[in-house]
């Protein structure tokens, strides 16, 4: 009976074992860190403000850089076509198309408080890029796959993209 308690006990212990969590099983190596960081350092400023330009003003931009640094893609993360060409170019391009008059300028200003950039695969569109945009509350929420269906700037997805995005935001200001 002495031996058969710990035993059990020791059993008991392991069947009740929480699986790891979605962050433990999306932590980034420390590979992909410096490579995110790298990213951070010297291409996102620019990013940023061409961003922050096309809006016309300094509209805060939050990036979930944990969901959108996909594992074991961190070669590809300084490449124009991973998050400049399916993200960050379509937003500053669909804040240009509204922003091209002073009417689109007033309403960006007015109600445009916030942007906010995250990934969940489970809801991201991989081509019907309306799905992937809200706008709500101020908020301007997009979650679209980092590095899928690239094509550069003068590419249908590109454009579908901007499009997407320029609408939710229409129709909301």
Do not use: C, H
């Not at 620019?46 to 640094?69: H, T």
């Not at 500053?92 to 198309?97: P, T, Y």
């Not at 990934?119 to 706008?135: E, H, I, Q, R, W």
């Not at 979650?143 to 590109?158: A, I, L, M, Q, V």
Request: proline residues 6%.
């Amino acid at each position: 009976m002495k031996i058969i308690v710990p035993i059990l006990l020791a059993a008991l212990s392991l069947s009740f074992t929480a699986p790891p969590t979605a962050a433990e099983e999306n932590k980034l190596t420390l590979t992909e860190r410096r490579a995110l960081k790298e990213y951070q350092d010297s291409r996102w400023p620019a990013q940023l403000k061409a961003i922050q330009d096309a809006a016309g003003f300094e509209v805060p931009v939050e990036v979930n850089w944990d969901s959108i640094a996909l594992l074991g893609l961190a070669s590809q993360f300084n490449s124009p076509d991973f998050w400049e060409n399916t993200i960050f170019g379509p937003l500053a391009a669909a804040l240009k198309e509204v922003t091209k008059d002073a009417m689109g300028k007033d309403a960006i200003k007015g109600g445009l408080k916030k942007i906010t950039i995250a990934l969940d695969p489970k809801t991201a569109p991989a081509s019907n890029y309306a799905n992937g945009v809200k706008f709500s509350g101020g908020t301007l929420s997009i979650n679209f796959t980092p590095g899928s269906n690239t094509d550069g700037p003068t590419g249908s997805n590109y454009r579908e993209r901007t499009k997407a995005i320029r609408a939710a935001l229409e129709k909301g200001l």
